[in-house]
């Protein structure tokens, strides 16, 4: 869907504001508050406006953002367990230089957690491999669950699954962490892709903890959970480890970022854990692990802001 900007820029800001009027709470159940909304980041206002439409379409897993133009893995690109002397070298300095990125972002304001719940569901899985499920909507949320998760890693390190295009092609600093940060990029290729599944077990085998965003692509600020892709669940139920769904949920803080919105604080809801059933089949457990996390994400999201949780339709 194309829109001219100003269109776009006046029924978003028409429908955030009304949206304010109906939940004048912080906690909003929709979408972030901002102080102007006449000042807002454009590009911002037109993704909310494009997830209004997919929700609307029922499009739950597709991207909204303008990624970059990719291109696919090569066979041997990607040392997914970091086997080699300069893989662990290059992962060692760059996760150093990501906690301190962390830590800044934390002093600075642009990443508040406000609150963290059910940190005892991480010791219970602490000495196993574990998948972890995640709602995705910021590029910083990732950094919020290793700052919290921290304690309750091997060796203090979270694996992430992520698209490909991210490790192939995503400039900047962030494409360098989407490179080097023990990052499980997924591949197009056959070949490359059971190089990706045969590492994921390997690590869940370990014990290390893998980071899986179930609901695949990335929706800005978006507070409800998505329905979730069977992916996540078909590595847990392969390697036998339980899946630790976690639910971000979030509300406006006093503080304006610099696209025009109010910082967020985040409440890391961290929920038990999900174990296979050992008397049902592999594609009975799949169906079961992804039905348990939706429905424990839903609870969480209904209670924090007291809303039943309904899509556009």
Same mark, same amino acid.
């Given at each position: 869907m194309t829109l001219h900007a100003t269109t776009t820029h006046k029924r978003i800001t028409q429908f955030t504001m009304q949206q304010c009027e109906t939940n004048s709470v912080s906690k909003r159940p929709v979408w972030i508050g901002s102080p102007d909304f006449s000042k807002c980041a454009p590009d911002r206002l037109a993704i909310i406006e494009k997830i209004k439409d997919y929700e609307k379409k029922g499009w739950f897993s597709k991207d909204v953002e303008d990624d970059p133009p990719t291109r696919p893995l090569k066979p041997g690109e990607c040392d997914y367990t970091k086997k080699k002397l300069s893989s662990k070298i290059c992962t060692a300095f760059v996760n150093f230089f990501a906690i301190r990125f962390i830590y800044s972002l934390i002093k600075k304001n642009q990443l508040i957690i406000k609150d963290v719940k059910g940190l005892e569901n991480m010791e219970a899985v602490r000495r196993t491999g574990a998948i972890i499920t995640c709602n995705h909507f910021n590029a910083f949320d990732n950094f919020a669950?290793?700052?919290?998760?921290?304690?309750?890693?091997?060796?203090?390190?979270?694996?992430? *699954?992520?698209?490909?295009? $991210?490790?192939?092609?995503?400039?900047?600093?962030?494409?360098?962490?989407?490179? $080097?940060? $023990?990052?499980?990029?997924? +591949?197009?290729?056959? #070949?490359?892709?059971?190089?990706?599944?045969?590492?994921?077990?390997?690590?869940?085998?370990?014990?290390?903890? *893998?980071?899986?965003? +179930?609901?695949?692509?990335?929706?800005?600020?978006?507070?409800?959970?998505?329905?979730?892709?069977? %992916?996540?669940?078909?590595? +847990?139920?392969?390697? $036998?480890?339980?899946?630790?769904?976690?639910?971000?949920?979030?509300? /406006?803080?006093?503080?304006? %970022? +610099?696209? %025009?919105?109010?910082?967020?604080?985040?409440?890391?809801?961290?929920?038990?854990?999900?174990?296979?059933? #050992?008397?049902?089949? /592999?594609?009975?457990?799949?169906?079961?692990?992804?039905?348990?996390?939706?429905?424990?994400?839903?609870?969480?999201?209904?209670?924090?802001?007291?809303?039943?949780?309904?899509?556009?339709?």
């Open positions: 669950l290793h700052k919290v998760l921290r304690p309750y890693l091997r060796k203090g390190i979270i694996w992430k *699954v992520i698209r490909e295009g $991210n490790y192939t092609s995503f400039p900047g600093l962030y494409g360098w962490f989407f490179r $080097n940060c $023990n990052t499980l990029p997924l +591949a197009s290729s056959f #070949s490359v892709m059971k190089e990706f599944l045969s590492a994921t077990d390997t690590l869940l085998r370990k014990g290390e903890k *893998v980071l899986v965003y +179930a609901e695949q692509g990335m929706w800005w600020n978006y507070r409800k959970p998505r329905p979730l892709a069977s %992916g996540a669940f078909k590595f +847990a139920v392969k390697s $036998n480890v339980p899946v630790v769904p976690i639910f971000i949920t979030m509300q /406006d803080s006093n503080l304006v %970022g +610099a696209d %025009g919105f109010y910082i967020q604080e985040y409440t890391v809801n961290i929920l038990k854990p999900i174990y296979p059933d #050992s008397s049902l089949s /592999d594609k009975e457990n799949i169906e079961l692990l992804r039905n348990k996390n939706y429905e424990a994400w839903k609870q969480v999201y209904e209670e924090f802001y007291g809303v039943p949780l309904s899509y556009e339709d």
